[in-house]
């Protein structure tokens, strides 16, 4: 998690209501727990505990609409001003005196004709420009509270296991290979990810320490290439699966399958999918072309899967 604050802006409003489904009313204060706002509708154990939207997108919305809107019309639990909102993504944080919220969730499913708003003006400015956080630490809020963002930096590491490519035989293409889909997966996507590549001989205590590190700095994500055969200095399993909390072994049981069946040879492959501590860990083979069909195959569900591991529900 980057410690760094890039803007700081304030709180608006604080704004409960006693029921879903209806506006929410400006409160002095609020206090916030475990669960969200005490006295909310809202609150629970859940990950859409605290809503946010900023007074420029209620303005802005206003403006187009041909009317004036309050602080919680649009049903949001705090309102601010001089933060982006809309630039945020799932794990940024804010930190309001003493409390800490995490953004779980961007936008939301419209209610339709549920909400007052759409059945006056046939649209709602919540839906696309609301975010939603959980509560990592409680305190008190109260209108003029400084509101302090802090990104989230999804760092993932790849690692090469080549002894020839270590030694400086031919260059290393696979790594790069993982390093620019992953470029272009996060391309469409709000996360700030971090990518940085490493070089390593098949060396089972080279590997290990390399994990052990990456999960100890926060990593988010591990794609290993090579190593995943059967030859005498393949161990990249091995290692793996000795520091792994969780074993996922549908993801790598489906590639084989699915490239097996037209080439043999890709039954050999011995990846493995894992889980240490909360980061996430995928093997794969050496090769450009076994790099491009695995990662078409770990894309499909890899948002899913890191959202999983934070405790959050996609569905």
Same mark, same amino acid.
């Given at each position: ?28 204060? &609020? ?5 969200? &706002? ?46 982006? !909102? ?72 790849? &690692? ?82 000795? !520091?792994?909390?969780? &074993? ?19 039954? !050999? ?47």
């Amino acid at each position: 998690m980057n410690k760094e604050y890039i803007s700081v802006g304030n709180v608006v409003s604080v704004n409960i209501s006693r029921e879903k489904g209806t506006s929410k009313e400006p409160v002095a204060d &609020i206090t916030v727990d475990d669960n969200g &706002i005490m006295g909310d509708a809202h609150a629970g154990a859940w990950h859409r505990q605290i809503s946010l939207l900023a007074m420029e997108s209620v303005e802005r919305f206003g403006a187009d609409a041909g009317r004036a809107f309050s602080c919680g019309d649009f049903a949001e639990n705090i309102t601010t001003r001089g933060i982006d !909102l809309m630039a945020t993504s799932v794990f940024d944080r804010f930190t309001i005196g003493e409390v800490e919220l995490e953004v779980t969730q961007l936008g939301k499913k419209c209610h339709g004709d549920g909400c007052a708003i759409y059945q006056e003006v046939g649209q709602c400015v919540m839906p696309r420009e609301g975010i939603f956080c959980r509560v990592l630490q409680g305190g008190a809020i109260k209108a003029g509270d400084a509101i302090r963002y802090r990104p989230f930096t999804l760092k993932c590491r790849i &690692i090469t296991l080549s002894d020839r490519a270590h030694q400086g035989v031919y260059e290393d293409l696979s790594g790069p290979r993982v390093q620019e889909r992953l470029e272009a997966y996060f391309a469409g996507k709000r996360w700030r990810p971090q990518i940085t590549l490493e070089l390593l001989p098949d060396d089972a205590e080279r590997l290990r320490e390399a994990l052990v590190a990456a999960r100890n700095e926060d990593a988010a994500l591990i794609i290993t290439t090579g190593g995943t055969g059967i030859g005498p200095r393949d161990i990249t399993p091995e290692v793996v699966t000795a !520091l792994a909390d969780k &074993i996922i072994p549908g993801i790598m049981e489906h590639i084989r399958v699915a490239y097996g069946a037209t080439k043999p040879n890709a039954l !050999l492959s011995r990846s493995v999918a894992a889980v240490i501590g909360e980061t996430l860990v995928y093997t794969l083979p050496g090769s450009v072309k076994a790099v491009d069909e695995y990662m078409n195959e770990i894309t499909k569900n890899l948002e899913h899967i890191l959202l999983m591991l934070h405790g959050l529900d996609a569905h």
